[in-house]
């Protein structure tokens, strides 16, 4: 470069070996940073569960003082609708065992194991979108009316959570798919421990609000 | 041993589960709802059964309020896990992590602003309104953008760590980025370009078709003997007279298709008339 002029960004002259050597991240950010949104996909769950029970509650004493006086109930979730445990039992199992899974890719980074990292990340995607199918197959089943006349908002709630956690699922997946890359493109997965720890971290909390969901919505319906 | 991080979401915490379980007795009335409260509500074993199984059996009285104060209490004491197992970040514990343990590691300087963030909040904007509308050129769009996005960020992030020098490592991003992007973003550009000019020419009939191809020609012929015999002119000039000349051939094209949609449809109803008349 000497004794010419070059553009400071001229992508031909970008000498990179006389650059200083780059800023070492300082760790734990992203897990602080993961914490505080697992956080808030937490609270906001909170607030869906809170409308659903007051809104089922009231809707039920409502029913039963209809029924008192000689009426004809009509019950929460409409008796249209199929509500069958099967496929919510099956999503719960495969969520619990994603979580061994996930724990042997952390696991596995912490060892520089980069082979079983990787498979065990591939694994975690793959149970990740067995749920995300059966959620579709049970909201085939269940045969819910989104606009349903009774007025119920079952459905509208019904919905409203299970697409939610579906978005969290895919949030998750879309972290693992980070934690791969990272995998891939490092020298040793060591060093990104802390991106598989995050990924696991809202892992976790993602299979916890399952568990709500599932005894909320489909146990006690 | 605890941290300051610690003792306040673990009060927070701690003030959630007590105030889940005074709202959950004192709210308790008809239909569990806060409309009779029952203060002396505590002495009723169904509602102190319901509040320590979290409503599985017995009474929560209102449910909303006592589940986001669980819930709150929940994120509260996670939070302060987190921060008391990070000792609150202090100086000891990052330093711990780095090559150097005695040492915190330097802080990275601010990189440049990035557009990525803001254009991921558009792609799942327009993706969703695609979704709930069932309009799928929305939706594409979307798809699209939150593509685009996931590659460009990636290749951004890398390119800021890659030296401690922010114009090298801008120079490394275009170097890598420009090998994809201007053979895309050409291809991309010509098809809407294309696209207009075909709805502009759907939209004219006979002579007029004639005449629009002849202005487009003379535009564009005009911009190229402008590039070529006014060399002096600088490139940002050129890039914006090229610039408005593609944009002015967009928004003529869109206005095109909206129009030929609307003689479209007129022609559709006099077909449909036709056809009842036929049918009759």
Known sequence: ?221 | MFTPGFKLFGGLSAFGLIGAFVYGLSSRGVGGEVTDADYFGFVDRDAVIGLISLGWKGNVGGASGFMVLIFMSITAAFIGGTVVAFRDADVESVAELGDTPSAMPLAQRPTAPSWWPATTAVGVGVLLIGLVMETKAYWIIGLVLLSAVAVEWALTSWADRSTGDATINSALRDRVGASFEIPVLGLALGAVLALSVSRMFLWATGNAAVLVAGVLSVVILAVAVLAVFRPQIGRRTLNAIVGVVAVAFIGLGVLAAANTEHHGDEHGEDHSAESTVEGE
Not at chain 1, 35 to 64: H, I
Request: proline share 2%.
């Open chain 1, 1 to 221: 470069m000497s004794g010419t002029t070059f553009s400071s960004t001229d992508l031909a002259h970008a000498v990179v070996s006389e650059a200083p050597a780059p800023f070492v991240p300082r760790k734990r950010t992203l897990q602080i940073g993961t914490a505080l949104v697992t956080g808030m996909w937490v609270m906001y769950f909170g607030g869906l569960f809170g409308t659903y029970v007051s809104s089922r509650n009231a809707w039920r004493d409502v029913q039963d003082g209809l029924a008192a006086e000689g009426g004809s109930a009509i019950s929460w979730i409409p008796d249209s609708a199929q509500v069958e445990l099967t496929a919510p039992t099956v999503m719960t199992w495969t969520l619990l065992m994603s979580c061994v899974t996930m724990q042997w890719a952390v696991y596995s980074f912490k060892r520089s194991d980069r082979r079983h990292g990787l498979l065990a990340l591939g694994t975690q995607a793959m149970f990740g979108a067995a749920v995300i199918n059966q959620v579709v197959f049970q909201w085939n089943q269940l045969g819910l009316v989104i606009d349903d006349t009774s007025g119920s908002s079952a459905a509208t709630l019904i919905y409203t959570i299970t697409a939610s956690h579906v978005a969290m699922i895919i949030m998750a997946m879309v972290l693992l798919a980070f934690a791969a890359f990272r995998a891939l493109a490092s020298s040793d997965t060591k060093d990104h421990v802390d991106v598989v720890a995050s990924a696991a971290t809202f892992w976790y909390a993602m299979v916890g609000l399952y568990f709500v969901i599932w005894i909320l919505i489909f146990i006690t319906k």
